[in-house]
C-alpha cells in the first residue's frame, strides 16, 4: 500500500495507468506487425458481386492467376450477388479486416455506397489496385450529320437530343449529366438495361448519341459503323490520336468505368502494400497485359497501385454522389 499524502499517490496511479496504456499500444504494434510478417498465411478470398463468367469475374480470374504466386497462396473468387454490390459491401464488412477478404469494385459499388443501399461508406475501404480503367466515347452514327463534337453540342443546345445510356442513375447516365452540365446542353435519357442493347440501339439509329466505352465500341468506331466525335478524358488515347478529348475542347467533364480491388480501411499499412504490389506486378505481366489488349486498353493507362487508385476512386465516388443528388436520385 502507498502511504503519503493524496497527491502523490494520485500521481503514482496516472503514471501507472499511462505505462498500461503504452504498453498496450505497443504490443497491438507489434501484433500488427507480426500479423503483417507472416501474411498471407492462409488463402484469401476475392468477393465479387457479378455472376461467375461475366467481365468482373473474368477480370478478376485473370488478376489472380499471377498475384497468387507474387504473394504465395491460394485465392479464390466468391461471388456475393444482390443490391447492385450491397451484398457483397456488407458481407466484407462482416469480415476481419486482415487482408483475407478482398472486394472487387465497380462504379456500381460507389452508386450503391451513394445512394445509402449498403452498410458500407467509402471510408471503410482503402482501394488496392486498379485492373482496368476504359474511358468513354461520346459517338453518333458513322450515317450522323454531326461530324464533330461542335456540331453535336450546337444542336443539343437548340433542343433535347436522345441519348442512350445502359441504366438510370448508371455510368453512362452520370458521365452525360456531367458533360450536359459542363457544355451547357439539354439532352433527353434513354436507357436500354445494358450496354450491349446502347450500342445496338445506336446502330439501328433509335438514338441520337450514346457513350460506350472504348472496349465496347472498338470494332464499330474502326469500321465506321460508329463516329467517335471525343472520348471523356484529359487527354486524346494513344490508340485514337485522331479523337479529340473533352478537355482539350474545354469541357472539364470525364468519365470511364474502372475496376480495381479494396479492402477495409483498417488493413495494416503493410497488408495493403503487399497486396497492392503483388497485384500490380501480376497485372504488367503478359498474361494480364494482353486481356487488357483484348479489350482496347493499355497496362500504362489502366493498372494503378494502392496511393493512386485509392485517390481516385474517392474522387470518382464523390463525383457520383454529387450528380445523383442533381439527377434526383439521391435525396
Not at 33 to 59: M, R
Not at 191 to 220: H, R, W, Y
Not at 294 to 304: D, I, P, Q, R
Request: hydrophobic residues 40%; proline residues 3%; glycine residues 10%.
Amino acid at each position: 500500500m502507498i502511504k503519503g499524502n493524496n497527491s502523490f499517490r494520485r500521481k503514482v496511479i496516472k503514471t501507472s495507468l499511462s505505462l498500461i496504456t503504452l504498453t498496450g499500444l505497443g504490443a497491438f504494434g507489434l501484433i500488427s506487425s507480426a500479423n503483417a510478417d507472416k501474411y498471407p498465411s492462409k488463402p484469401i478470398e476475392l468477393v465479387i458481386h457479378a455472376k461467375y463468367g461475366g467481365g468482373t469475374d473474368t477480370t478478376a480470374r485473370m488478376v489472380s492467376i499471377r498475384t497468387r504466386r507474387n504473394l504465395g497462396t491460394d485465392i479464390s473468387i466468391v461471388a456475393k450477388r444482390g443490391g447492385s454490390g450491397a451484398k457483397a459491401q456488407n458481407y466484407v464488412l462482416s469480415k476481419p479486416a486482415d487482408g483475407y477478404t478482398i472486394m472487387a469494385l465497380t462504379q456500381s459499388h460507389l452508386y450503391t455506397m451513394a445512394r445509402g443501399k449498403s452498410k458500407m461508406k467509402i471510408d471503410d475501404i482503402v482501394g488496392v489496385a486498379r485492373a482496368m480503367d476504359d474511358p468513354t466515347f461520346i459517338a453518333v452514327s458513322g450515317k450522323s450529320n454531326y461530324k464533330t463534337l461542335e456540331d453535336l453540342v450546337s444542336a443539343s443546345k437548340k433542343g433535347a437530343l436522345n441519348w442512350g445510356v445502359a441504366q438510370i442513375g448508371g455510368t453512362e447516365h452520370i458521365g452525360l449529366a456531367q458533360f450536359a452540365k459542363e457544355a451547357g446542353i439539354k439532352f433527353k435519357v434513354v436507357p436500354f438495361g445494358s450496354g450491349a442493347q446502347m450500342v445496338q440501339a445506336l446502330m439501328a439509329g433509335k438514338i441520337d448519341a450514346t457513350l460506350p466505352n472504348v472496349s465496347e465500341a472498338a470494332n464499330q468506331v474502326a469500321d465506321g459503323s460508329f463516329r467517335a466525335l471525343a472520348v471523356m478524358a484529359e487527354n486524346r488515347l494513344k490508340d485514337y490520336p485522331n479523337v479529340p478529348s473533352t478537355y482539350e475542347k474545354g469541357i472539364k467533364a470525364k468519365c470511364s468505368t474502372t475496376r480495381g480491388y479494396a479492402v477495409l480501411a483498417s488493413t495494416p499499412q503493410p497488408i495493403i502494400d503487399q497486396i497492392s504490389k503483388a497485384m500490380v506486378k501480376a497485372m504488367k505481366h503478359d498474361v494480364f497485359s494482353s486481356y487488357l489488349s483484348g479489350a482496347g486498353l493499355t497496362v500504362e493507362s489502366s493498372v494503378a497501385g494502392t496511393k493512386i487508385w485509392d485517390k481516385h476512386l474517392k474522387a470518382e465516388y464523390k463525383i457520383a454522389a454529387s450528380a445523383l443528388k442533381e439527377l434526383g436520385l439521391v435525396k
